[in-house]
């Protein structure tokens, strides 16, 4: 019997989820209601934060964001180009001007670039947690205090992880630093999912409360406490706002996802390490992630860095031999100025971050999610090892001397 195609993904769904969507159901409250506020809850408590607010997605979170913070027209953002398209779009989307700094070698916005874009302008900066390993931000935190600067952080991919022993969202309790909001994602792919989702948390009281109202059209109280009481009809819209909130259903989903997250990240944990252990006889082919001392990776990707001198062959090919060997594989990402819809804006312009463009062409997302087996790991990690050996330039030349 032909081994199994692996996936890139694969989300992890117990009976847990089942039953809480099931009851869910079956309490005829199917938006959002009493199971979305103990998710917001719930939430607030794992990542340390006073204030979380469920949304439909970590886009709508960041939008919220910038529209309750009222940056908009004549403001510069300084974010990555390593990233998801929402995280421009959503600058773009409140008028703002999107600016590109470059970033480190390990894919995070590098703060001395994002120092060198700062401008009389500038007004937030959007640091992204690539993979789950997070940014810099002491460094970050310090040149935003020093400008008068918002800090907005795309957590799309770090749900669990910590920055110097504390959950993203928490800020740094230490030194007092702490983002204006944190946007986190709950998609099919995340570590924590919704299906749909996200969550956006703050430290601000008065920012939560401006960012709840925008996000039910404006209106100034919840549908679910307006309608527990007999008569409590009456509501007022008090600013023009979106449709941005997260369903009942979808919390249903979250929250035993939410209670089990350190099991499932101490499984993603496990399979970086046993990829890391695995890959290290072809280190002089590739470049593995790591895990800094201070920080904890959430493990939401892990991506590999192509040794390009060395290998006959580039990052396109390997991946076309991965899918051949039945093994999915990804990218992450192209790189916001290769987008066409960005061509028109300067400030996102690919000779503001040469690093990532360099980056890009190495960089290949292996498959890794609580329920891979360990066979699949292996088989993973197997595969990749043969395609990179047959793709050594010594054994083409040695192959050739052969001849």
């Known amino acids: 019997m032909s081994e199994e195609y692996i996936p890139f993904h694969k989300p992890s769904i117990g009976q847990s989820e089942v039953d809480e969507v099931v009851e869910t159901l079956r309490s005829g409250w199917l938006t959002t209601g009493p199971r979305t506020a103990q998710f917001e809850r719930e939430f607030r408590e794992y990542v340390q934060s006073p204030c979380a607010l469920a949304v439909n997605s970590c886009t709508s979170g960041l939008h919220l964001a910038f529209a309750a913070l009222g940056v908009g027209p004549g403001d510069e953002v300084i974010t990555t180009p390593l990233t998801f398209c929402a995280t421009v779009n959503t600058i773009l989307q409140v008028g703002a001007t999107p600016i590109l700094a470059d970033v480190r070698s390990d894919g995070n916005i590098d703060p001395r670039s994002v120092q060198e874009r700062t401008t009389d302008r500038t007004r937030a900066i959007v640091p992204v947690h690539l993979a789950g390993l997070p940014c810099d931000m002491d460094a970050i935190w310090r040149q935003a205090q020093s400008h008068g600067m918002y800090v907005v ?15 993203i969202g928490a800020g740094d309790p230490i030194s007092k630093h702490f983002s204006d909001a944190v ?13 749909e989702g996200g969550m956006v ?10 960012m709840k109202t925008l996000c039910l059209h404006g209106i100034n109280a919840d549908a679910w406490n307006r309608y527990a009481e007999e008569g409590s009809w009456y509501y007022e819209v008090t600013a023009c706002g979106f449709k941005y909130n997260l369903s009942d259903l979808q919390a249903a989903l979250g929250l035993p996802q939410l209670r089990r997250q350190e099991t499932l990240l101490e499984k993603r944990a496990w399979i970086a390490r046993a990829y890391t252990d695995a890959l290290s006889e072809v280190e002089d082919l590739v470049e593995l992630p790591h895990e800094e001392t201070e920080s904890r990776h959430a493990w939401h990707l892990y991506i590999i860095k192509l040794k390009l001198d060395a290998l006959s062959a580039g990052r396109n090919e390997v991946v076309r031999r991965l899918r051949e060997l039945k093994v999915g594989a990804s990218v992450h990402f192209i790189p916001i100025p290769l987008h066409p819809a960005y061509a028109a804006h300067p400030g996102l312009s690919a000779d503001h971050c040469p690093k990532a463009m360099q980056l890009y062409r190495r960089l290949i997302s292996l498959p890794i999610y609580p329920d891979m087996t360990s066979e699949q790991v292996h088989r993973v990690a197997d595969a990749l090892k043969s395609i990179l050996k047959s793709l050594h330039k010594q054994v083409a030349v040695s192959a050739m001397v052969g001849r």
Not at 153 to 167: L, S, W
Not at 186 to 193: D, H, S
Not at 201 to 210: C, E, I, K, V, Y
């Open 201 to 210: 948390t703050t430290h601000d009281p008065a920012l939560a409360r401006r």
């Open 153 to 167: 952080e795309d957590a799309a991919h770090a749900i669990g992880a910590k920055y110097r022993g504390v959950p």
């Open 183 to 195: 946007a986190f994602s709950f998609y099919a792919t995340k570590c924590l999912t919704t299906g």
